[in-house]
């Protein structure tokens, strides 16, 4: 039994997500539990690793080097039409993504929002890793390490974390 349902196996990061899993030396974690099937579009790239640099933050070599690492593949979209939805280009772009077969990991709660009423397929950060530790792909002290590696870089609150933490506990894993 799954707690969560996506259409596509192909996942899709969005802009904060890239940064915050990079900061908390999740990204390369994140990108096996995908099975290696993990894209970002040009904006998102644009603003993590072109605008990151261009301000002189460290954190968007991290992703360049990551992604290159990796081979993750950087899909050009045209946002014309979810732009005046997300505002965002980041978002924006996600969304077309999703539209095509994606699923986007987001740890931000009002783009969540906006995946959600345009009913595309999304996730929160927090609870794709639970969806993994759910199915036996993340052992239990793994994940709440996980989650405390989150909290550290802020991409989930404290209390969201304790909530993560008392789904694990009430939740018996097949």
Known sequence: MRLYTFISMRYILDTNCLIYLVKAGLAGVCFSLT????VIDTEVYNEAV???KWIGSLDALKIEEFMKDNNIPIIPTNITKE????RDPGEASCSVLCKAG?????????????FVREN???????????????DNDVLTDDMKEILRKL????????????????????????
Request: aromatic share 12%; proline share 0%; net charge positive.
């Open 35 to 38: 099975g290696r099937n993990l």
């Open 50 to 52: 072109s605008k990151g």
């Open 83 to 86: 732009i005046v939805i997300f």
């Open 102 to 114: 994606g699923t986007c990991i987001t740890g931000d709660i009002v783009a969540m929002k906006k």
């Open 120 to 134: 595309q397929q999304a996730i929160r950060v927090e609870f794709y890793f639970f969806q993994r530790w759910f």
């Open 151 to 174: 909290e550290a870089v802020n991409a989930i609150t404290h209390q969201r974390r304790e909530f993560v933490l008392e789904q694990m506990e009430k939740t018996n894993r097949a």
